[in-house]
């Protein structure tokens, strides 16, 4: 099989218009991919390369010109794609001699045809030389393909989805987590790659028709050893308090403050030092489910403390954030750990300063800890019917919900996508939260999939 070299116009992802260079009315005289250049903050640049060939036509010049211009609009059409965020993309492809059936593809930003010194001497013949200049993204990208996952209740390694739950850890006596991981070299190509996440609710299940408004999304990403990550502390394992069992919540049990009127609560949770030796240096959304409450005006406030429970650590904090009673599931900022310089540290404790203006009663569920960046979709629909996925769609940049082939653009996501890492020597997990608004119970269950494109510099 000879190589592969030419553009792509995408309508969709799965409808294309393909010029294939080596096979058209074209003559290819040269063309080098180029290794992009780095920064100064390590990331790269883009890359730009040109393409000489001939246009060759055994009819007419005029085919010769329209061929030319087809080629120009086409890089007229990346530039537009840029400048307004829509629009069909287009990407420059190349498959080498050996990859059967598999086209590797780099984005195109914008480019510009234009004549080769003494072009016009060969006009008469119906040809025309030509250098195709172009700027493209700094990485090839390859065919999706679909991981593989395992998950806390299923541990089968299986494409086609696992099953995770809005909490880790006990519910009615039955075990549950928020997670499904990637297995070790799972991911291939080069660099980090944005993940294309696909949620369903499970067939016949309460969460058809239960609210779904808001999908929290964070990745281990790099952290070495996923598996001993804490993620979560349940309400009534903090020290020096005794739980109230509830077989609904996660752990079956709660946390039960009771303020007898403006009155201030502290409570603590050690955080293991295999946990803060792993996420050392790095930022930590914090996020608190409530089972219940009821009162006066309720406001929480984090922060670290050292083992011993009253020294404080020098760490970045959010401020104190009030707690909505009609909300079950509750931001309540991030806080970044400090950095000891080395991959060890001792265990921490979390603390949370509860503070109440009149008499309220709040039962405390669990604390969930996401790692890193926390991508969020908001679901304009506020539920997710039988058939249809939420689908965060890292490699195009958007998010939707799906039904059928039919892309329903009522999903926005914010924060940045989340990426996986080509990593020979560890397993990643994606962790979940799954929020309805008064309506965010640990018995929620959903189906998710993974999916990605490998991403490397070279072809």
Do not use: C
Request: neutral net charge; glycine residues 10%.
């Amino acid at each position: 099989m000879a190589h592969r070299l030419g553009f792509r116009r995408y309508i969709s992802e799965t409808e294309w218009i393909e010029i294939n260079l080596l096979a058209w009315r074209t003559n290819v005289q040269s063309y080098t991919p180029q290794a992009p250049t780095l920064k100064q903050d390590g990331s790269y640049n883009d890359v730009t390369e040109t393409i000489e060939l001939t246009f060759i036509s055994t009819s007419s010049t005029l085919e010769v010109q329209t061929d030319v211009n087809a080629i120009q609009r086409w890089m007229a059409l990346a530039a537009e794609r840029q400048a307004r965020g829509t629009g069909d993309r287009i990407f420059i492809i190349i498959s080498l001699d050996g990859e059967t059936d598999y086209v590797w593809r780099s984005e195109i930003l914008g480019g510009a045809v234009n004549l080769a010194d003494g072009a016009l001497q060969t006009w008469g013949q119906r040809k025309l030389i030509n250098r195709i200049t172009f700027t493209r993204r700094y990485f090839w990208e390859g065919g999706e393909f679909e991981i593989p996952l395992s998950s806390q209740t299923q541990s089968a390694i299986v494409t086609g989805g696992r099953l995770v739950q809005n909490r880790r850890g006990i519910a009615n006596g039955v075990m549950g987590g928020n997670w499904v991981e990637i297995g070790v070299s799972q991911i291939g190509g080069v660099l980090p790659t944005p993940a294309k996440i696909m949620i369903a609710a499970t067939t016949g299940s309460n969460e058809a028709q239960d609210p779904l408004r808001d999908i929290y999304i964070a990745s281990s990403g790099a952290v070495r050893y996923p598996t001993s990550l804490t993620t979560v502390l349940e309400g009534e394992d903090a020290l020096s308090s005794t739980g109230t069992v509830r077989g609904a919540s996660s752990g079956d049990a709660t946390l039960d403050l009771n303020f007898s009127g403006a009155q201030s609560i502290s409570k603590q949770w050690i955080i293991p030092y295999q946990t803060t030796s792993l996420i050392a240096g790095r930022t930590v959304r914090l996020f608190t489910r409530h089972a219940f409450i009821q009162g006066g005006a309720l406001f929480m406030n984090a922060s670290l403390k050292a083992n011993d429970g009253t020294a404080g650590v020098a760490a970045s904090y959010d401020s104190e954030v009030r707690v909505l009673a009609t909300e079950q599931l509750q931001d309540i900022g991030a806080i970044t750990f400090p950095s000891s310089g080395s991959n060890s540290m001792d265990a921490l404790r979390l603390q949370i300063d509860f503070r109440s203006t009149a008499t309220a009663l709040i039962e405390l569920d669990y604390i969930m800890m996401l790692v890193g960046n926390v991508r969020t979709l908001y679901n304009l629909k506020q539920v997710l019917a039988p058939g249809r996925f939420i689908v965060d769609d890292g490699p195009r940049g958007i998010s939707y919900q799906l039904y059928s082939t039919l892309e329903d653009m009522t999903v926005q996501g914010k924060g940045q996508p989340i990426m996986l890492y080509p990593d020979q020597y560890f397993s990643q997990r994606l962790f979940f939260l799954f929020n309805g608004g008064a309506d965010a119970l640990p018995r929620k269950e959903y189906k998710v999939r993974v999916l990605y494109r490998p991403r490397r510099l070279t072809v």
